[in-house]
Nanobody, 127 residues
């Protein structure tokens, strides 16, 4: 059984930074992909970033250059460093995990492929 617990959300002013953390417990697989997704009220869930067990990283166009996904050496924690935050970044952010890898397409269309999800952490960016 895999459990994901997000933390680090909060309220910041536009231009500020936050670092989200995702604590991972349980075994996903020898090959896996971790992802961050977000959902604002009334909007579809969208992919933000993914990182594979091989350290391949992919980002949504809307966050590329501002956000960085990473993980520690053990894979027990996945991070999302968010810089230059904009009001449109406001959303509930979810950590997710899946077996096998991820590609550039995964961050865009692969939400349904992720079998494990955290409870979410709220990010609010004020203008």
């Amino acid at each position: 059984q895999v459990q994901l617990v997000e933390s680090g959300g909060g309220s910041v002013q536009a231009g500020g930074s936050l670092r989200l953390s995702c604590a991972v417990s349980g075994y996903i697989g020898s090959t896996y992909c971790m992802g961050w997704f977000r959902q604002a009220p009334g909007k579809e869930r969208e992919g933000v970033a993914t990182i594979s067990s091989g350290s391949d990283r992919y980002y949504a166009d809307s966050v590329k250059g501002r956000f960085t996904i990473s993980r520690d050496n053990t894979g027990n924690t996945v991070y999302l460093q968010m810089n230059s935050l904009k009001p449109e970044d406001s959303a509930m952010y979810y950590c997710a995990a899946k077996r096998f890898g991820c590609t550039a397409r995964t961050v865009v269309t692969g939400a349904a492929d992720f079998g494990y999800w955290g409870q979410g952490t709220q990010v609010t960016v004020s203008s």
